[in-house]
Protein backbone atom coordinates (compact mmCIF):
# COMPACT_ATOMS: atom_id res chain seq x y z
CA UNK A 1 0.00 0.00 0.00
CA UNK A 2 1.44 3.05 -1.10
CA UNK A 3 1.99 6.21 1.63
CA UNK A 4 -0.68 8.90 1.38
CA UNK A 5 0.87 12.09 1.76
CA UNK A 6 -0.59 15.58 2.82
CA UNK A 7 0.97 16.88 -0.13
CA UNK A 8 -0.78 13.98 -2.06
CA UNK A 9 -3.92 15.01 -0.76
CA UNK A 10 -3.32 18.87 -1.58
CA UNK A 11 -2.64 18.32 -5.23
CA UNK A 12 -5.70 16.29 -5.41
CA UNK A 13 -7.91 18.67 -3.40
CA UNK A 14 -6.51 21.50 -5.94
CA UNK A 15 -7.73 19.63 -8.84
CA UNK A 16 -10.98 18.43 -8.20
CA UNK A 17 -12.03 21.21 -5.08
CA UNK A 18 -13.71 17.81 -3.46
CA UNK A 19 -13.12 17.48 0.90
CA UNK A 20 -9.79 17.11 2.19
CA UNK A 21 -11.27 13.72 3.18
CA UNK A 22 -12.70 12.49 0.36
CA UNK A 23 -9.56 13.09 -1.41
CA UNK A 24 -7.37 10.89 0.84
CA UNK A 25 -10.53 7.98 0.64
CA UNK A 26 -9.76 8.52 -3.22
CA UNK A 27 -5.87 8.35 -2.69
CA UNK A 28 -5.80 5.22 -0.48
CA UNK A 29 -8.11 3.23 -2.64
CA UNK A 30 -6.43 4.33 -5.89
CA UNK A 31 -3.00 3.06 -4.00
CA UNK A 32 -1.53 6.91 -4.40
CA UNK A 33 -2.40 6.57 -8.40
CA UNK A 34 -3.21 10.85 -8.48
CA UNK A 35 -5.00 10.09 -12.21
CA UNK A 36 -7.23 7.07 -10.79
CA UNK A 37 -8.23 8.85 -7.82
CA UNK A 38 -9.09 11.76 -9.29
CA UNK A 39 -11.48 9.48 -11.80
CA UNK A 40 -13.18 8.14 -8.42
CA UNK A 41 -14.18 11.31 -7.20
CA UNK A 42 -15.30 11.95 -10.26
CA UNK A 43 -17.64 9.24 -10.06
CA UNK A 44 -18.73 9.93 -6.67
CA UNK A 45 -19.17 13.34 -6.94
CA UNK A 46 -20.10 14.25 -10.43
CA UNK A 47 -19.13 17.67 -12.02
CA UNK A 48 -17.94 19.60 -8.81
CA UNK A 49 -14.81 17.16 -8.83
CA UNK A 50 -13.63 18.90 -11.96
CA UNK A 51 -14.75 22.61 -11.47
CA UNK A 52 -11.07 23.85 -10.03
CA UNK A 53 -9.23 21.75 -12.38
CA UNK A 54 -8.57 24.68 -14.59
CA UNK A 55 -7.80 27.14 -11.76
CA UNK A 56 -3.77 27.93 -11.49
CA UNK A 57 -1.67 28.95 -9.27
CA UNK A 58 1.59 30.37 -11.00
CA UNK A 59 1.29 33.90 -12.69
CA UNK A 60 2.58 35.17 -15.82
CA UNK A 61 1.48 36.34 -19.03
CA UNK A 62 1.22 34.69 -22.94
CA UNK A 63 2.04 36.75 -25.91
CA UNK A 64 2.44 36.41 -29.30
CA UNK A 65 4.16 37.38 -32.44
CA UNK A 66 3.51 36.89 -36.38
CA UNK A 67 5.51 38.28 -38.63
CA UNK A 68 4.78 36.82 -42.17
CA UNK A 69 4.18 33.07 -42.13
CA UNK A 70 6.57 32.94 -38.93
CA UNK A 71 4.95 33.11 -35.53
CA UNK A 72 5.36 32.55 -31.92
CA UNK A 73 3.01 32.03 -29.02
CA UNK A 74 5.05 32.14 -25.53
CA UNK A 75 4.54 31.97 -21.56
CA UNK A 76 6.45 33.90 -19.74
CA UNK A 77 5.97 33.01 -15.74
CA UNK A 78 6.37 35.14 -12.44
CA UNK A 79 5.90 35.05 -9.13
CA UNK A 80 2.79 37.19 -8.37
CA UNK A 81 -0.36 39.27 -10.46
CA UNK A 82 1.14 42.45 -9.56
CA UNK A 83 4.37 42.04 -11.67
CA UNK A 84 2.18 40.69 -14.74
CA UNK A 85 1.26 44.62 -14.72
CA UNK A 86 5.09 45.63 -14.62
CA UNK A 87 6.59 47.44 -17.98
CA UNK A 88 9.06 46.33 -18.06
CA UNK A 89 8.16 42.50 -17.50
CA UNK A 90 5.38 42.52 -20.04
CA UNK A 91 8.79 44.70 -22.19
CA UNK A 92 10.64 41.21 -21.82
CA UNK A 93 7.45 38.98 -22.59
CA UNK A 94 7.25 40.75 -26.16
CA UNK A 95 10.34 40.98 -26.59
CA UNK A 96 10.68 37.65 -26.21
CA UNK A 97 7.58 36.62 -28.78
CA UNK A 98 9.20 38.94 -31.46
CA UNK A 99 12.58 37.13 -31.31
CA UNK A 100 11.62 33.94 -31.06
CA UNK A 101 9.29 34.04 -34.30
CA UNK A 102 11.93 35.82 -36.05
CA UNK A 103 15.28 33.30 -35.38
CA UNK A 104 12.83 30.22 -34.61
CA UNK A 105 15.28 29.15 -31.85
CA UNK A 106 15.42 25.10 -30.81
CA UNK A 107 14.86 25.64 -27.35
CA UNK A 108 14.32 28.21 -24.34
CA UNK A 109 18.83 28.01 -24.18
CA UNK A 110 18.78 29.10 -27.44
CA UNK A 111 15.95 32.02 -27.00
CA UNK A 112 17.79 33.15 -23.95
CA UNK A 113 20.92 33.29 -25.79
CA UNK A 114 19.38 35.89 -28.72
CA UNK A 115 21.01 39.54 -28.65
CA UNK A 116 18.45 41.85 -27.36
CA UNK A 117 19.11 44.95 -24.50
CA UNK A 118 16.14 46.37 -22.27
CA UNK A 119 16.50 48.85 -19.22
CA UNK A 120 20.19 48.63 -19.30
CA UNK A 121 19.83 44.80 -19.41
CA UNK A 122 22.16 42.48 -21.93
CA UNK A 123 23.27 41.86 -24.46
CA UNK A 124 21.25 38.55 -24.85
CA UNK A 125 17.32 37.87 -23.24
CA UNK A 126 18.58 35.84 -21.15
CA UNK A 127 20.98 38.57 -19.33
CA UNK A 128 17.68 40.76 -19.43
CA UNK A 129 15.72 38.13 -17.56
CA UNK A 130 18.47 38.04 -14.84
CA UNK A 131 18.69 41.75 -14.87
CA UNK A 132 15.14 42.23 -14.18
CA UNK A 133 14.98 39.55 -11.47
CA UNK A 134 17.11 41.79 -9.61
CA UNK A 135 15.95 44.82 -10.56
CA UNK A 136 11.57 44.05 -9.77
CA UNK A 137 13.31 41.63 -6.68
CA UNK A 138 10.82 38.57 -8.28
CA UNK A 139 11.89 35.53 -10.16
CA UNK A 140 10.70 35.59 -13.82
CA UNK A 141 11.06 32.50 -16.78
CA UNK A 142 10.43 32.08 -20.09
CA UNK A 143 8.18 28.43 -19.75
CA UNK A 144 7.28 27.58 -23.05
CA UNK A 145 7.15 28.39 -26.63
CA UNK A 146 5.12 27.05 -29.71
CA UNK A 147 7.04 28.56 -32.83
CA UNK A 148 5.49 28.52 -36.93
CA UNK A 149 7.02 29.02 -39.94
CA UNK A 150 6.25 28.04 -43.52
CA UNK A 151 3.66 28.55 -46.45
CA UNK A 152 0.46 28.88 -44.07
CA UNK A 153 -1.09 31.87 -43.05
CA UNK A 154 -1.38 32.26 -39.16
CA UNK A 155 -3.33 34.82 -36.53
CA UNK A 156 -3.93 35.31 -32.80
CA UNK A 157 -5.84 35.85 -30.27
CA UNK A 158 -5.36 36.99 -26.42
CA UNK A 159 -7.77 36.80 -23.97
CA UNK A 160 -6.18 39.47 -21.84
CA UNK A 161 -2.79 38.22 -20.88
CA UNK A 162 -3.28 34.67 -19.60
CA UNK A 163 -4.81 32.80 -22.68
CA UNK A 164 -3.55 33.27 -25.99
CA UNK A 165 -4.21 31.02 -28.91
CA UNK A 166 -2.48 30.99 -32.20
CA UNK A 167 -3.81 29.71 -35.31
CA UNK A 168 -2.49 28.01 -39.09
CA UNK A 169 -5.05 28.55 -41.49
CA UNK A 170 -6.24 29.08 -45.23
CA UNK A 171 -9.06 31.39 -46.13
CA UNK A 172 -10.72 33.86 -44.61
CA UNK A 173 -8.37 35.60 -41.67
CA UNK A 174 -11.48 36.65 -39.91
CA UNK A 175 -13.18 33.71 -39.94
CA UNK A 176 -9.79 31.86 -38.61
CA UNK A 177 -9.35 34.53 -35.97
CA UNK A 178 -12.77 33.83 -34.96
CA UNK A 179 -11.75 30.02 -34.21
CA UNK A 180 -8.60 31.23 -32.33
CA UNK A 181 -11.50 33.44 -29.75
CA UNK A 182 -13.55 30.21 -29.88
CA UNK A 183 -10.74 27.60 -28.85
CA UNK A 184 -9.81 30.27 -25.73
CA UNK A 185 -13.22 30.18 -24.62
CA UNK A 186 -14.28 26.39 -25.47
CA UNK A 187 -10.23 25.12 -24.66
CA UNK A 188 -10.53 21.98 -27.30
CA UNK A 189 -7.85 19.91 -27.13
CA UNK A 190 -7.68 18.33 -31.01
CA UNK A 191 -9.39 18.88 -34.06
CA UNK A 192 -11.00 16.52 -34.63
CA UNK A 193 -12.65 13.62 -32.93
CA UNK A 194 -10.05 10.92 -34.15
CA UNK A 195 -7.06 13.41 -33.12
CA UNK A 196 -8.21 13.15 -29.39
CA UNK A 197 -5.23 11.71 -27.14
CA UNK A 198 -5.98 7.94 -26.72
CA UNK A 199 -5.32 8.26 -22.67
CA UNK A 200 -7.68 10.93 -22.51
CA UNK A 201 -10.46 8.79 -24.17
CA UNK A 202 -8.86 5.97 -21.92
CA UNK A 203 -9.41 7.95 -18.80
CA UNK A 204 -13.11 9.39 -19.75
CA UNK A 205 -13.94 5.69 -20.79
CA UNK A 206 -13.06 4.54 -17.28
CA UNK A 207 -15.06 6.95 -15.25
CA UNK A 208 -18.12 6.17 -17.86
CA UNK A 209 -17.79 2.70 -17.16
CA UNK A 210 -17.55 3.30 -13.15
CA UNK A 211 -20.65 4.95 -13.47
CA UNK A 212 -22.41 2.61 -15.46
CA UNK A 213 -21.66 -0.33 -13.17
CA UNK A 214 -23.00 2.06 -9.70
CA UNK A 215 -26.31 2.42 -12.01
CA UNK A 216 -26.94 -1.44 -11.79
CA UNK A 217 -28.19 -1.10 -15.36
CA UNK A 218 -28.29 -4.47 -17.10
CA UNK A 219 -25.41 -4.86 -19.26
CA UNK A 220 -26.32 -3.82 -22.99
CA UNK A 221 -27.71 -0.73 -21.46
CA UNK A 222 -24.80 0.16 -19.52
CA UNK A 223 -22.51 -0.81 -22.69
CA UNK A 224 -24.32 1.84 -24.42
CA UNK A 225 -24.51 4.17 -21.71
CA UNK A 226 -20.76 4.06 -21.41
CA UNK A 227 -20.04 4.70 -25.46
CA UNK A 228 -22.75 7.61 -25.41
CA UNK A 229 -20.48 9.38 -22.52
CA UNK A 230 -17.29 8.56 -24.62
CA UNK A 231 -19.07 9.91 -27.75
CA UNK A 232 -20.46 12.98 -26.14
CA UNK A 233 -17.10 13.58 -24.99
CA UNK A 234 -15.33 12.84 -28.02
CA UNK A 235 -17.66 16.24 -29.58
CA UNK A 236 -16.86 18.44 -26.18
CA UNK A 237 -13.73 18.04 -26.92
CA UNK A 238 -13.51 18.32 -30.84
CA UNK A 239 -12.76 21.83 -32.55
CA UNK A 240 -14.67 20.95 -35.17
CA UNK A 241 -17.53 19.33 -33.39
CA UNK A 242 -18.03 22.27 -30.87
CA UNK A 243 -20.32 24.73 -31.59
CA UNK A 244 -19.36 27.73 -32.76
CA UNK A 245 -19.28 30.22 -29.93
CA UNK A 246 -20.49 33.47 -32.00
CA UNK A 247 -23.51 31.30 -33.65
CA UNK A 248 -24.30 27.62 -31.35
CA UNK A 249 -26.49 26.72 -34.52
CA UNK A 250 -23.63 25.13 -36.50
CA UNK A 251 -20.76 23.27 -35.69
CA UNK A 252 -17.07 25.34 -36.01
CA UNK A 253 -16.85 22.65 -38.85
CA UNK A 254 -20.14 23.90 -40.77
CA UNK A 255 -19.11 27.57 -40.30
CA UNK A 256 -15.79 27.35 -41.74
CA UNK A 257 -17.09 25.41 -44.92
CA UNK A 258 -19.54 28.49 -45.03
CA UNK A 259 -16.54 30.59 -45.44
CA UNK A 260 -14.89 27.80 -47.48
CA UNK A 261 -12.03 28.27 -44.75
CA UNK A 262 -9.48 25.46 -43.07
CA UNK A 263 -8.15 25.30 -39.98
CA UNK A 264 -4.53 23.58 -39.93
CA UNK A 265 -3.44 23.39 -36.28
CA UNK A 266 -3.97 25.49 -33.19
CA UNK A 267 -1.90 26.06 -30.00
CA UNK A 268 -3.41 27.06 -27.05
CA UNK A 269 -1.89 28.02 -23.85
CA UNK A 270 -3.09 29.27 -20.84
CA UNK A 271 -0.71 30.95 -17.30
CA UNK A 272 0.38 28.54 -15.31
CA UNK A 273 -1.72 25.46 -16.31
CA UNK A 274 0.08 22.25 -15.34
CA UNK A 275 2.32 23.48 -12.74
CA UNK A 276 1.61 22.18 -9.40
CA UNK A 277 -0.18 24.65 -6.73
CA UNK A 278 1.85 25.38 -3.70
CA UNK A 279 0.76 23.33 -0.64
CA UNK A 280 1.61 26.41 2.40
CA UNK A 281 -2.09 27.19 2.42
CA UNK A 282 -3.77 23.74 2.71
CA UNK A 283 -1.24 22.82 6.00
CA UNK A 284 -2.19 25.78 7.54
CA UNK A 285 -5.63 24.83 7.26
CA UNK A 286 -4.66 21.70 8.59
CA UNK A 287 -3.01 22.65 11.10
CA UNK A 288 -6.38 25.04 12.38
CA UNK A 289 -8.50 22.11 12.18
CA UNK A 290 -5.96 19.87 14.76
CA UNK A 291 -6.22 22.94 16.59
CA UNK A 292 -9.84 23.26 16.50
CA UNK A 293 -10.61 19.29 17.28
CA UNK A 294 -8.42 19.83 20.36
CA UNK A 295 -10.17 22.84 21.75
CA UNK A 296 -13.68 20.96 21.24
CA UNK A 297 -12.24 17.86 22.85
Known amino acids: MAAITASMVAELRAKTDAPM????????????????????????????????????????????FIDGHSGALIEVNCETDFVTKNDSFLGLAQA?????????????????????????????????????????????????????????????YLHGTRIGVLVEYA???????????????????????????????ERE?????????????????????????????LKEVSLFDQAFVKNDKQTVAQMLQSVKTTIKSFTLYVVGEGIERKVDDFAAEVAAQVAAAKQSA
Open 21 to 64: MECKKALTEADGDMVKAEELLRVKLGSKASKASSRVTAEGVVCS
Open 96 to 156: AAKLAAQHQPADIEALGALKYEQDGFGPTLEDVRKGLIGKIGENMSFRRFKLFHGDTALTS
Open 171 to 201: GDESAARDVAMHVAAMKPVSLTSADVPAELI
Open 205 to 233: RSVATAKAAESGKPADIAAKMIEGSVQKY
